[in-house]
C-alpha cells in the first residue's frame, strides 16, 4: 500500500524498491536499495517487500518487511528486527507492530528502539491492525490465515477469537481515537467479498458493503449500483489488496 504523508507520497516499485514522490504522484525518485536488495536469500531470488511503514517523515525513518525478513533503517543505514519472514506492518498511535513468522508479532513503543513480542496466535499473520480510546484502552485486531480474526483488549497479552472461519480478511481499520468501530475487507475471491464492519469493537460483524454480479448467481443483490460491466456483460467484482483507508471526518467513508 502507499504511505500518504502530507507533502510526500512513498510506494514500492519493481517489489524491491522504496521509491516517493514530491508532486502528487507525477513523478518519482527511487530510494537507495536496503539490505533485502543487496543480500537476497539464494541465486536467482528475489527478497520482495511484502509491507513498509514511514515512521518519521522527516529524516526518512522506515519499518520494512520482506519475504526473508524485517528490517528498519534510514537511507543506507539499516539493522535487522527478525530474520523470520515478513509480514504486515504498521505504524499507529504511538505503537509499531510487525507481524512475522508463524503468528508471532513484535511491538515497539519507542520508535523501534527495543522490540517485545505479544502472545502467539495460531497461524500466520496477514493484516493487523489497532487503535486506542480516550480512556487510554488500546484494541489490537490479527487476521490470522486459515482460522479468522482475533482481538485483544490487553495490549496483545491474551487473544480472543472473535469471527471464524477464515474467508480471505487480508485487510483490517481502525479508525483513530476510538476502539468500537472496526472493518475487515475480504480480498481475491468472488466467493468472499465482503467488506464487514464491526460497532462493538470487534465482537459481531455484518456487511457493509456487497458487489454481487446477480441475485441468481449469488444469493444476494447487490447494494450498489451495478456498473456498465456487470449489467451487459455480467461479469462480478471482487475486492483487490491495493489499498483500504476510512475518511479521516467521516468513519462511515471508506475507500
Known amino acids: 500500500h502507499p504511505v500518504i504523508l502530507p507533502h510526500r507520497i ?7 524498491r522504496l521509491c516517493f514522490s514530491d508532486d502528487r ?46 528490517s528498519l533503517g534510514k537511507k543506507l543505514y ?12 504498521l505504524v499507529s498511535e504511538g505503537w509499531i507492530l510487525a507481524a512475522v513468522g508463524e503468528g508471532e508479532i513484535l511491538a515497539s513503543k519507542d520508535q523501534g528502539e527495543s522490540w517485545h513480542a505479544l502472545a502467539p496466535l495460531p497461524g500466520r499473520v496477514v493484516a493487523l491492525a489497532t487503535a486506542v480510546d480516550p480512556q487510554g484502552q488500546r484494541l489490537v485486531m490479527a487476521s490470522v490465515q486459515g482460522h479468522g480474526l482475533y482481538r485483544s483488549l490487553d495490549a496483545g497479552a491474551s ?11 487480508t485487510e ?43 441475485r441468481s448467481i449469488w444469493g444476494a443483490g447487490p447494494n450498489v449500483e451495478q456498473s456498465w460491466l456487470q449489467q451487459r456483460l455480467q461479469w462480478g467484482y471482487y475486492f483487490t489488496r491495493n489499498g483500504f483507508g476510512i475518511a479521516e471526518t467521516n468513519h462511515n467513508l471508506c475507500f
Open 159 to 169: 487473544w480472543q477469537p472473535c469471527k471464524s472461519p477464515f474467508e480471505n480478511e
Open 172 to 214: 483490517l481499520a481502525i479508525p483513530r481515537g476510538q476502539t468500537q468501530l472496526v472493518y475487515a475487507m475480504q480480498t481475491g475471491s468472488v466467493k468472499t467479498q465482503q467488506l464487514l464492519r464491526s460497532k462493538d469493537g470487534g465482537q459481531t460483524w455484518s456487511k457493509a458493503f456487497r458487489m454481487s454480479p446477480s
Open 25 to 70: 504522484a507525477e513523478t518519482w525518485t527511487l530510494l537507495p536499495p536496503g539490505p533485502w536488495v543487496k543480500h537476497p536469500p539464494a541465486p536467482n531470488t528475489r527478497n520482495k517487500i511484502v509491507s513498509f511503514a514511514v515512521l518519521t517523515e522527516r529524516d526518512e525513518r522506515f519499518l520494512v518487511s520482506a519475504t526473508k525478513g524485517v
Open 10 to 16: 512513498y510506494w514500492i516499485t519493481e517489489t524491491t
Open 78 to 89: 539499516w539493522a535487522p528486527v527478525s530474520d523470520e519472514a515478513g509480514g504486515p506492518v
